[in-house]
């Protein structure tokens, strides 16, 4: 019997891209993907659940399907989406029922990925260079996205201690930039000029996208278990970021810098308080133990941030396109279905 | 595969099961595409950016201060150390001082741990972190000694160094809560200290002004004799003029410790006795010279 598997958070991209890819894995027999939001990607053979934000009925889809893993990707790193009040419902309540049900009398959970953010070390200039995962955070909680995603590693450190037979894998990612991701980042580095504060050049260190879902997939093949950085080998000033961008920084005065952002974000440039204090400060997570567990990254920071630069540039001349997964319904269902196709033929299970 | 599920979390990879092989640890080292395009290290430091502080620094070295060494041997050629020196001058001109003869002499970098204040500074923390000031947080100093076998400078008085005025010079104040001796501890490295005359005789600080520091954010704001002797001629230049203090920079015997480093914990009572053991050779170091000293400005 092969793994049987619930992902939340399929409306977003992180939950749609790591369906994709563990739709491509022959052990998994089972993918159910929970959002509030239908999903944006195409996928296969993912059963998708319709419910509200905060998974009030997630224990009878838990004792129902029983799944032995769930992914937690619904975790809401980017404060510029919603209301803070949305952010708090998703974010800390989803997670608490999440692991309410998965903790319930009779659960069958026996691993739990959770996709955290980096966010949770905060900037400020008591850091120091690497964030391990041990280091505890200088900066006091002072945004509520910080303080969202505090709470919640609270609540996977609670379940990790009461459930001493289920993995638990809470990762940190760094930054994430890529071919399609969008976040406040990537939209500061898209402007014609890229946002900096006056006299700062912090150094930055980004994940490429595909490393993510890469990590999230190792951390699943190999149970691996315990709190991982994820984040490209390398820190980044931020003015060659823009260079490697090819664009020139504008600086931002370095007092009173908020009052000088309002007028930009009625422009519809939004630089949320945790990217302010990152343009500040900086921030760097030691990436080893993830590496010594036996993930092999495929981008550098600056490979990353190049992949980005080329992918927006690809897109500026020949618009958006779609080559990153080629799910063709009819074929598939021929393949799987069709008296004609010779079942056990790697090249049509591996699907590559 | 359920036979997967058992076993508590942190005792991963049960033998139960096959797992695909991790990388083994001879795999040779992968070479990613990097395309950096500045020569800023993992540190923040740049060769560009220190070469020319190097070599504007250079004449302040040799022909302002003339600073003079005794027992530089002492400091090790290879292997990480961590040296620890008294603090003074309001603008301290110890560490320039010391890191650049170090760097010149020896030829190895010196990575100075300093107070996180630097980096709170519009484009003076970026200029120091590019010409080699770390932050002084454990996690650091470990990485730089440990790790990577580096020599690591500290100053345990903090600011309460150069913030004392000139009539309590080359008094040591407190060496913080000894955190010194403990990162030395468990990075498994000598700690080697140094004893330096004449940083207080560069800027002495006649009085202080705490209401104004408060409302800078600072932890001191001084009123040096350079000041109020030089600002009717060089104007606010004179806030960074240096008097031309003859330098001496005394190395002493290094500190080794005899416990294993990579301890989660080491006892309070052995860091604060071996800290204040510390501390009192290099006021004892500096009572020395100060006997035999016949000039402030000729040594």
Redesign the interface.
């Known amino acids: 019997m092969g793994r049987r598997i619930l992902v939340t958070g399929l409306g977003t991209f992180w939950g749609g891209r790591v369906a994709q890819a563990l739709e491509a894995q022959p052990d998994v027999d089972v993918i159910i993907g929970l959002d509030t939001r239908t999903p944006s990607v195409k996928l296969e053979r993912t059963e998708y659940v319709r419910s509200d934000e905060n998974y009030s009925i997630l224990s009878r889809i838990v004792a129902a399907t029983g799944v032995d893993t769930i992914v937690h990707t619904f975790l809401v790193v980017d404060s510029t989406q919603m209301a803070a009040r949305t952010m708090h419902e998703i974010n800390v309540i989803g997670t608490m029922n999440l692991f309410a049900a998965a903790s319930a009398p009779g659960s069958t959970v026996r691993n739990v990925v959770v996709k955290s953010s980096a966010h949770v070390y905060g900037a400020s200039a008591a850091d120091p260079v690497w964030f391990t995962e041990d280091t505890r955070r200088k900066a006091p909680l002072r945004t509520r996205l910080e303080r969202s995603l505090v709470e919640v590693e609270g609540y996977v450190r609670d379940f990790a201690l009461d459930n001493p037979h289920v993995r638990v894998a809470l990762l940190r990612f760094s930054n994430v930039v890529g071919p399609t991701i969008v976040t406040p980042l990537t939209k500061a580095l898209r402007l014609p000029l890229v946002p900096s504060i006056f006299g700062f050049d912090p150094r930055f260190q980004f994940t490429h996208e595909d490393d993510v879902i890469r990590s999230i997939q190792h951390v699943l093949d190999h149970d691996v278990a315990g709190i991982y950085n994820v984040a490209g080998d390398g820190l980044l000033p931020w003015s060659e970021v823009a260079a490697i961008c090819g664009k020139r920084t504008i600086p931002m005065p370095p007092f009173a810098t908020g009052l000088a952002t309002d007028p930009l974000r009625r422009l519809g440039v939004d630089l949320p308080p945790e990217l302010l204090t990152l343009l500040r400060y900086g921030r760097g997570v030691d990436n080893r133990r993830l590496q010594r567990d036996g993930f092999r990254y495929e981008y550098t920071s600056a490979g990353a941030v190049e992949a980005f630069v080329e992918a927006s540039r690809l897109r500026d001349t020949v618009g958006d396109h779609q080559p990153a997964y080629r799910y063709q319904r009819d074929v598939e269902l021929f393949f799987r279905h069709s008296p004609s196709v010779l079942r056990n033929q790697p090249s049509v299970e591996s699907k590559s | 595969?359920?036979s997967?599920?058992?076993?508590?979390?942190?005792a991963?990879?049960a033998e139960l099961v096959p797992?695909?092989a991790?990388?083994p640890p001879d795999e040779p080292p992968?070479h990613?595409?990097?395309?950096?395009?500045?020569d800023?290290d993992?540190?923040?430091r740049s060769e560009h950016m220190r070469e020319l502080s190097r070599r504007l620094y250079d004449p302040i070295y040799s022909k302002w201060f003339r600073v003079e060494w005794d027992g530089l041997e002492k400091i090790p050629d290879d292997g990480g150390a961590l040296m620890v020196a008294n603090h003074a001058g309001a603008i301290p001109s110890d560490a320039p001082a010391i890191m650049h003869g170090i760097e010149k002499e020896l030829q190895r970098p010196v990575y100075g741990l300093a107070d996180?204040?630097f980096?709170?500074?519009?484009?003076?923390?970026?200029l120091w972190s590019r010409a080699g000031g770390?932050?002084a947080?454990?996690?650091?100093a470990y990485?730089l000694l440990r790790e990577q076998k580096q020599l690591a400078l500290v100053f345990p008085e903090g600011t309460k160094g150069p913030s004392k005025t000139f009539n309590q010079r080359y008094q040591l104040r407190r060496f913080g809560r000894g955190g010194y001796v403990e990162i030395a501890m468990r990075s498994g490295v000598p700690v080697v200290p140094l004893a330096v005359v004449g940083a207080e005789e560069s800027m002495p600080i006649v009085f202080k002004l705490p209401a104004v520091a408060k409302a800078l954010g600072i932890p001191y704001f001084p009123i040096t004799a350079n000041m109020l002797a030089l600002g009717p001629f060089l104007g606010p230049l004179a806030t960074a003029a240096y008097f031309p203090a003859k330098f001496k920079i005394k190395v002493l015997d290094p500190v080794h410790f005899d416990v294993e480093p990579d301890q989660a914990r080491y006892s309070r009572s052995r860091i604060m006795e071996a800290s204040e053991a510390i501390r009192q050779q290099i006021q004892e170091a500096l009572y020395d010279m100060l006997r035999t000293r016949r000039s402030v400005w000729f040594g």
């Open positions: 595969m359920p997967k599920a058992a076993g508590p979390q942190g991963t990879r797992v695909p991790l990388v992968q990613l595409p990097d395309p950096r395009r500045s800023v993992e540190w923040g996180q204040m980096k709170t500074l519009p484009v003076i923390g970026t770390v932050v947080h454990p996690d650091n990485r």
